[in-house]
């Protein structure tokens, strides 16, 4: 399928607060709470609004479905609390890296918790045994530069 086939996400479709014309999970009511909730509880971004939710509907891939709405998690008690809030509604959540994946696996009709933004480093990071700990948002460049780094390190130690 080429990109050009996509459907046009119209304005109307990104005013209405929720996607019950996707999922009759919840309605617009319960997401105005959620989304409330979340206002309150999470320290990083909560968005909901019509401009995000068209930027996350899409990924890498042809694909597209509006979000409920997207939490950027700053920590990890935000992450606990929005997981927590979403299960109360019973709304489904969907994580979210660099969005690169190429079958629509992380667009859709749930709440999208991006880590990209401030959830990502590396934590820990053991070249002799070869293995890391990293955060969730972490994409492959920013660790292969860190073992870089630790790796030509070692060298020029031992030179
Ligand atoms: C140009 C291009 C070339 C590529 N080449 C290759 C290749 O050679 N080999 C290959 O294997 N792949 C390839 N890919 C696919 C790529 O590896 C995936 O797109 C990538 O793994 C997705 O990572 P992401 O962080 O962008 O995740 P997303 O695209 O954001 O999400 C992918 C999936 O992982 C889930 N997810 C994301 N973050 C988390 C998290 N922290 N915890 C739990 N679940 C999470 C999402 O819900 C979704 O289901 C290519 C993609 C592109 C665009």
């Known amino acids: 399928m080429s990109a050009s086939k996509n459907t046009v996400i119209t304005i109307d479709e990104l005013k209405q607060p929720t996607t019950m014309r996707q999922r009759d999970r919840v309605n617009n009511a319960e997401v105005g709470k959620l989304e409330a909730e979340l206002q309150g509880a ?3 971004e909560v968005r909901f609004d019509a401009g995000s939710k068209a930027m996350y509907a899409v990924d890498a891939s042809n694909y597209r479905q509006v979000p409920i709405g997207v939490v950027i998690p700053r920590t990890k008690d935000d992450v606990v609390r929005t997981v927590a809030a979403c299960r109360r509604y019973g709304v489904p959540i969907l994580s979210r890296g660099g969005g690169t994946s190429l079958a629509g696996q992380c667009c859709n009709a749930a709440i999208v918790i991006d880590w990209s933004k401030y959830m990502h480093g590396v934590l820990e990071l053991n070249l002799a045994e070869r293995w890391a700990r990293v955060l969730p948002g972490t994409v492959c460049d920013e660790l292969r530069d860190r073992a ?12």
């Open 42 to 44: 999470v320290e990083g």
């Open 148 to 159: 870089m780094k630790d790796s030509n390190s070692l060298l020029n130690w031992g030179a």
